[in-house]
Nanobody, 116 residues
């Protein structure tokens, strides 16, 4: 099983980034997918989630209206489009795949730094 995040980097406040998470080794379309983040010196926190096959999404209040989670079951990918980025969005971002009672997998994380 692998979850590999990509797309992180350094961006100025107000900018955008798109994170990707490539999944392999499990039945991706059966799993709920989530993005978490760990800001410096803080606990890991849920950012967004998306179910399958419904595609229903949920977001942390701090990112509503700025971030969009989506998934491509044909290509085993989940994405996080991040717009209007703020310095407080600086964190390591992780993707997670969950199917209760079956599997719970994490990626290694990708760093997002929002700074001028």
């Amino acid at each position: 099983v692998q979850l590999v995040e990509s797309g992180g980097g350094l961006v100025q406040p107000g900018g955008s980034l798109r994170l990707s998470c490539a999944a392999s080794g499990f039945t991706f379309s059966s799993y709920g997918m989530r993005w978490f983040r760990r800001p410096p010196g803080q606990e890991r926190q849920l950012v967004a989630g998306i179910l399958s096959p419904s595609g229903r999404t949920n977001y942390a209040d701090s990112v509503k209206g700025r971030f969009t989670i989506s998934r491509d079951n044909a290509n085993n990918q989940v994405y996080l489009q991040m717009n209007s980025l703020k310095p407080e969005d600086t964190a390591v971002y992780y993707c997670r795949a969950v199917l209760y009672g079956v599997g719970d997998y994490w990626g290694q994380g990708t760093q997002v730094t929002v700074s001028s």
